[in-house]
């Protein structure tokens, strides 16, 4: 059954900061992971049609989940769009992911859905 996920914030720092905090995988492994995991970047492509993989594992089991996707579309500083799915069969399906970024007075307001 689809659904959608929509997450809203206002971040203290310009929108071309937070569109390559998406794009570089040292970046990533720092503010990606949920709190109590570490995120390993296997690699990142970030262009069109560019490719991801990485993973999340877990401090206390030590279980991780693996995850990739595709980049469907990039503009710098405004628009990220790209497919996600985990390697685990038991989490089928492909999220589609868009990130919007839009410069205001403090900073950037980050839309995902």
């Known amino acids: 059954m689809p659904s ?24 990533l492994a720092k503010w990606l992971p949920p709190n109590g995991f570490t995120c390993t970047v296997y690699h990142l492509e970030p262009k069109v049609g560019g490719t991801f993989k990485m993973s999340f594992r877990n401090f206390t089991t030590d279980k991780s989940h693996a995850f990739g996707g595709e980049y ?4 710098p500083g405004e628009r990220l769009r790209y497919t996600d799915k985990f390697d685990d069969p038991n989490l089928p399906g492909e999220m589609q ?9 403090v900073g950037t307001e980050l839309d995902i859905t």
């Open 97 to 105: 992911v868009t990130v919007i970024l839009k410069k205001v007075s």
């Open 4 to 27: 959608t996920v929509r997450l809203h914030r206002v971040l203290a720092t310009s929108p071309e900061k937070v569109y390559r905090a998406f794009l570089e995988a040292d970046a």
């Open 72 to 75: 469907v579309e990039l503009v």
